[in-house]
């Protein structure tokens, strides 16, 4: 597995406008996206096993993402299918975990462990409205 370090100006880059949220207890909200998926999960492999599902929705497998953990300030890059592979042990860090496109895209991946739900939006539509606040740790 190749895979490398994103500084907190990438992931912020990476994110985009999502990183204004809106949401709550460090998890995005997804019921303002038509297109979401939000699952609830029991188990720590389940929970892999529906990142695995959202990441064939979402990326290709060579495509590169970064792996965002709450409170924003560790993130890393690799590839989609080496994600995948390694997602039990690259999920069990943080409360929260977001998976974006490393290059700027319109889809992303949460693991709430709050809500215990894994959330998808293959194509997240642009928000115009003011509702947003920043994610703990958001520049």
Do not use: Y
Request: a neutral charge.
């Amino acid at each position: 597995m190749r895979f490398s370090k994103s500084v907190p100006t990438a992931n912020d880059r990476s994110l985009g406008p999502l990183a204004a949220g809106p949401g709550e207890d460090e998890e995005l909200h997804f019921d303002w996206m038509s297109n979401a998926s939000v699952t609830p999960w029991l188990s720590n492999e389940e929970a892999a096993d529906l990142v695995r599902k959202a990441l064939e929705a979402c990326s290709d497998p060579d495509e590169l993402v970064i792996v965002i953990w709450s409170p924003f300030e560790a993130g890393l890059r690799l590839s989609s299918r080496d994600l995948a592979r390694h997602a039990p042990a690259v999920l069990d860090r943080a409360w929260t975990t977001w998976i974006v496109a490393a290059q700027p895209s319109r889809w992303i991946v949460q693991v709430g462990r709050f809500s215990q739900t894994v959330a998808f939006c293959s194509k997240v539509p642009v928000r115009t409205d003011s509702i947003h606040r920043r994610l703990p740790g958001a520049k």
